[in-house]
C-alpha cells in the first residue's frame, strides 16, 4: 500500500487510557466484595514479587473523584476500566451486593459528568474465588456464571455506558493462568484441560455477546481486548510482509508442554470466523474437548470492534524458500523495565495484520512502556522514554491508519502505575505515579503530553 499522503488520526478517534479493577481498586474485602483468585494467590508465599498483593493496590476505590480529576489532566476522551466480577457477585453467582454496583454508579456517573466516554471490560482476570472452588473456567456451567453477571451488569449500567470488552487477554488467564502457572489461580493443567476451560471462556464470551446484543438499554458496540502476539516484517518487501503475517497467525507444537495458547488465532478464529483454526486442531488433536456446531454458533457473535493489546513484536524476514526467519536484534537494543524491546512497527503491522485478517474496527486496548519512574528532587516525574516510546508508537499507528486499517481509538496501558501481577509494583506503566505508601498522585511528563496528543487529536505528533 502506497503512504504517499500520511493521513491522520479519523476525527471521532478515541484517545484513552486503561486499567483494571484488581490493579488499581485495592478495599478487597470492603463494603461487601468476595475474594478473588488474585487474592489467593497473593497469599502464596513467592507467586508475586516481594510478596506484593493487590489489597491496597492505588486505593482507586477511595479516590475515584481524585482519578477522574486525573483523567481530565490526561486529556482522555476515554477510559477502560473493568468491573470486579466478585465485588458486585461476591460469590460470582446468586446474591448481588449493592455496595459493589454503587462504586461503578459513581466511577461511571463521574466519567461522563467529566466528559470521558466509559468502556467497560467484563472480565479482567480477578475471578471470584468462590466460582474457582467449584472448578473455576473448567466447570461446564462457567459460561451461564458469567452470562449471569453479565446480565446483571448490563441491567444496571447499559443505560450509561455503550462500550464493552468481554474477556481481556484470554491467552493469559487461560494460558498464564491454568497452563504455565504464572498467574492466578496458578494452575498447571494437562493440555485436555487448558483446552477445555478455553473453550468455556470462549462460550462465555459468545453467551455475554449475546446479553450485550439483546439486552443493553442503549445500542452496545461490543468486541473484545485479547492479547496480540505480533511479529512484523524486517522490511516493506512483499515477501517478508507475508512471511511476517504467515508467523503471526500460524499455530506450531510448542515444545513447552505448559506454554501451548499463547497465540492469535486459536481465540481470535473462533471468535470471528465460527471456527478453530485448523493448524491447531491438527496440533491439539485428541487434547480438544467435545465440541459441537452449536457452541461455535454460539461464540462467532457479531463484533463491532476487535481489540488488540499491542506492545512488543518479533522481527521476521522471508527466508530463501518464503518461510519467516525471526531476526534477531542487536544486542543493547532499546529495552523497557520489563524488558520487552521496543519496536514501533509492532504497532503498525499488529493491528495491519489484525485488521486485515478480521475485517474489524481495530481498537488498540493497551499499548504503554514499563519505565523506572520516579519522584525526582524537582519534585516531578521526568519519564522522557515514555514520550519517546508513544511518539514513535502512535506514528506507526498512525502510518497503519495511511495504509487502510480502520482503526478506532487508542488507550494507554496505563492511566496510574499500579499492581502488575505477579510483578507486584516494580513495573510502572502509568502516565501518573504512584507512591505506594502515601498512595500520593504525581502527573508525569507524559501526563501533558500525552493531553495535547488528545487535544490536537495527534496532530502534535
Ligand atoms: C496485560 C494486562 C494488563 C497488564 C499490562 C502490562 O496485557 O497483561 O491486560 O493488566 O498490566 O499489559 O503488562
Redesign the pocket.
Known sequence: MTTDAIKGFPKDFRWGA???SY?IEGAKDEDGKGPSVWDMVCRQPGFVWEGHTGDVACDHYHRLEEDIQLMKACGLRAYRFSLSWPRIIPDGNGTVNEAGLAFYDRLIDALLEADIEPWITLF??DYPYALFCQGGWLNPRSPEWFEDYTRVVVKRYSDRVRHWFTL??PQ?FIGFGHDVGSHAPGLRLGLSEVLLAGHHTLLAHGRAAQILRAEARTPAQIGW?P?GCITFPATDRPEDVEAARKEMFDIKASSDPHNNVFNNTWWGDPVVFGRYPEDGLRIFGSAMPRVTEADMQLIAQPLDFYGG?I?CGSTVRAGADGEAEHVETTPGHPLTL?GWKCKPETLRWGVRFLYERYNLPIVV??N?I?CMDWVMEDGAVHDPQRIDYLSRHLKALRQAITEGADVRGYFH??LMD????S?GYK?R?GLVHVDFGTLQRTPKDSASWYAEVCRTNGANL
Open positions: 486503561a486499567t483494571a490493579q479482567h482476570w481481556n487477554e493469559c481486548a492479547v493489546n506492545y520489563y486496548t493497551e504503554g514499563s496501558w496505563s499500579n499492581f502488575e501481577w510483578e513495573q506503566f
